[in-house]
């Protein structure tokens, strides 16, 4: 299989993209850009003190999540700081040269390192970015699990970066565990009904960078999927592009530099008996300027049971939507078997249901 390179330095300078980033015209981003969606903010500092206007707007909140499973988490308490400090150590790290940044290169059937050559990629639409990825837990062995990495594949010129992602990492945690209180009282379950279900997480970062594109409406920055995921924490610079396919039409979601827009991943949706929905979504790129998110993905640990907790069965009254499956189960078939679109978690369930064969 062709390996193509993709520097970032070389390609925005391009005024024809190559073929392998030129996606069919029904998937191309239109033209004419999309409508704005309104998801609910959420105040999680005030729900988690029981402000009453915070958990006031928890309706709505519900209302989301059972259609479309997008919305936004503010006074979330991440110090903007620490935020200013993680995009320039994303910047750092994309202004390295090329080589530099293969040194982690991502490996075929690896879900950690560089990926910017996109060798054994399902398909041939390739998106317009480059990515670093790393795991991290809350598990007291996962104490220094990122900053050990940095300096494990880079070297120790790279501890300072591990340090602000190890940092980075551990409040995304915490805030992911929040947000479980925040949807479990959403499900009519008490709070930290969620929580013990993530205990001992295996959970990954990750850093998306999509260079300025001279034909953006010829490709993608990151092609239309749902998370296989639990929950992602996404933040996304000023530039915008994320979008989200709801109501027959894409939208696109408002960048708002004081929030994380959060959504519901597959894996969750089965926690909750399919009641909170894993949506469809993408990110555009621009003309003129790069585009970065870093995106964090809740995941249970790999043995972990995903079954619907009894009391949400009770008040469901709805017989189980999924089959009992492990987060190490749907991983490895999202990477050996299907690409992560709209169908995977029924393919995936199909696959359970047939005895798991090929
Ligand atoms: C990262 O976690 C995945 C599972 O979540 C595991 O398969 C992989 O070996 C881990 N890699 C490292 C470098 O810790
Ligand atoms: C690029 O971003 C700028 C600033 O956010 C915006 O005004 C412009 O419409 C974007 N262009 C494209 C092609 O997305
Ligand atoms: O490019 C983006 O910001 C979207 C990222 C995303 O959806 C993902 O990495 O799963």
Known sequence: MATLVFDAAVLSRKDDIPPQFVWPADEAPSVHGVEEIAVPVVHIAGFLAGDGAATGGLRDLAAACEKHGFFQVVNHGVDP???????RCCDAFYALPLAEKQRAQRRLGENHGYAGSFVGRFGSKLPWKETMSF????????????????????GEEYRDMGE????????????????????????GL???ALRGFFAGDASLMRLNHSPPCQQPHLTLGTGPHHDPTSLTLL????????????????RAVRPRG???????????SALTNGR????????????????????FFLNPQLDRPVAPPAELLAIDGRPRAYPDFT?????EFTQKHYRSDWRTLDAFAAWINQGRKG
């Open 258 to 268: 004081d929030a994380f827009v959060v959504n519901i991943g597959d894996t969750f």
């Open 327 to 331: 987060w190490r189960e749907f991983l």
């Open 164 to 187: 602000v992602w190890q940092e980075y990492c551990d409040e995304m945690t915490r805030l992911a565990l929040d947000v479980t209180d925040v949807l479990a009282a959403c499900l």
């Open 235 to 250: 933040h996304q610079d000023d530039v915008g592009g994320l979008e989200v396919f709801t109501g027959g039409a894409w």
């Open 135 to 154: 795991n991290c837990s809350a598990a007291p062995e996962g104490a220094r699990k990122v900053v050990d990495y940095f300096v494990a594949v880079l």
């Open 81 to 87: 700081a620490l935020l200013a400090k993680a995009y």
């Open 190 to 192: 008490g709070r930290g």
């Open 276 to 295: 909170h929905i894993s949506c469809l979504h993408r990110a555009v790129v621009n003309s003129s300027l790069a585009r970065r998110s870093l995106t």
